[in-house]
């Protein structure tokens, strides 16, 4: 993050010799200090900085268990996010509860409310569909039409609670049920080996996919699934994962136990929210897809469309050109 820092202030400098002046700066927080970077190159170059939050420093640290809410690092965190908020000239939040965060926080004082924004994540959606019909492949598994498919796709570590789907498939061997896992990470290996342990047979682990092939493996899905750490907070100002807008965009319906306000999946109903802390609700819920009608199950791919068209980036890139106007008269 340190390097990142540096090198972008150091480009800065190169880039005032050598190109013209920027209308905007745009900073979106890949970490903090992007933000920082960002709003220190516009006042070089005597132009407005937006600031995207994507994530919430240091809250989403805190509630992975990854820092202590009343420690020193963490206040410091919060005087500095604060901070960079104050100084932006405008803020755009991915996830819709922007400004109830900066409420709940009692920083409307010192942060203008009419200068945050809300753009979601999304999904280019003619490329996504571009892409499905392009890199179609031949996976048995996969195409098994005798078979009620529940998939996941994503990284296979602590915090997206993957353990919950592997102990779902166990309780439901006994239905006509297959459960593709598709990607890698840290608990992956600890996965695999639980399963051929517990001789849970309707759980397959296909590896890590080039993201050209998403749109097709989702598209082949019964039912798509998404699965996070049971967190008190942290997705109370809503979500904004990409994943979700590749999962909306194939049409099928989705199964998530991350409970978050402003939930799309609700909002839309092109899917269906259960609680977080149990796996025994997720397992429930995909009963509950399973023994779904066709006529039910067709209403959640027709609201997924609308979704889809919502926040398609054709869409939203208009949202982020009204902001940019904005500030650049």
């Known amino acids: 993050m340190l390097s990142f820092y540096r090198k972008l202030l150091a480009f800065s400098r190169i880039s005032e010799r050598y190109c013209e002046k920027p209308d905007i700066i745009l900073a979106s927080s890949v970490h903090p200090l992007a933000l920082v ?24 640290l805190v509630e992975i268990g990854a ?73 048995e598994d996969l195409e098994n039409k005798s078979k ?14 993957v353990d919950f789907i592997i102990n779902s ?14 990607g890698d990470g840290n608990k ?27 749109p097709f493996i989702l598209k082949n899905a019964d039912l798509n699934i998404m699965t996070g750490i049971y967190t008190k907070n942290l997705y109370k100002y809503g979500l904004s994962l990409n994943k979700m807008f590749e999962y909306i965009a194939s ?7 991350i409970e978050c306000n402003y939930d ?34 067709a209403e959640f791919s027709k609201n997924s469309a609308i979704a889809s068209q919502d926040y398609d980036f054709k869409k939203l890139t208009q949202k982020l050109i009204s902001v940019i106007t904005i500030y650049t008269k």
Request: proline share 1%; aromatic share 12%.
């Open 251 to 257: 049409g099928k319906p989705i199964l998530s136990n």
């Open 169 to 182: 498939a166990k309780e439901l061997m006994e239905y006509n049920m297959l459960f593709l896992i598709y």
């Open 37 to 60: 970077a960002g709003i220190k190159i516009s006042r070089k170059f005597g132009v407005k900085c937006i600031c995207e939050v994507r994530d919430l420093w240091p809250m989403t």
């Open 264 to 297: 799309l999946l609700k909002k839309y109903g092109c899917g269906l929210t259960v609680s977080g802390e149990s796996y025994k609700k997720l397992k429930d819920g995909i009963l509950l897809f399973y023994n779904m009608k066709r006529e039910e199950i």
């Open 148 to 161: 009620f498919k529940v998939i996941y796709t994503g990284s296979i570590i602590e915090t997206n609670a």
């Open 188 to 214: 992956r290996k600890e996965l695999e080996k639980k399963c051929k342990c517990e001789n849970i047979t309707n759980v397959i682990f296909k590896g890590k996919k080039e993201k050209k092939y998403i």
């Open 67 to 139: 820092l202590k809410n009343n420690s020193l690092i963490s206040k410091l965190l919060y005087l500095g996010e604060k901070e960079i908020y104050k100084k932006a000239d405008a803020l755009i939040f991915t996830m819709e509860g922007g400004k109830d965060y900066i409420l709940e926080k009692k920083w409307e004082s010192k942060i203008v409310l009419s200068k945050i924004f809300h753009i979601n994540n999304g999904i280019d959606l003619s490329e996504f569909e571009r892409q499905s019909e392009l890199n179609k492949f031949y996976d």
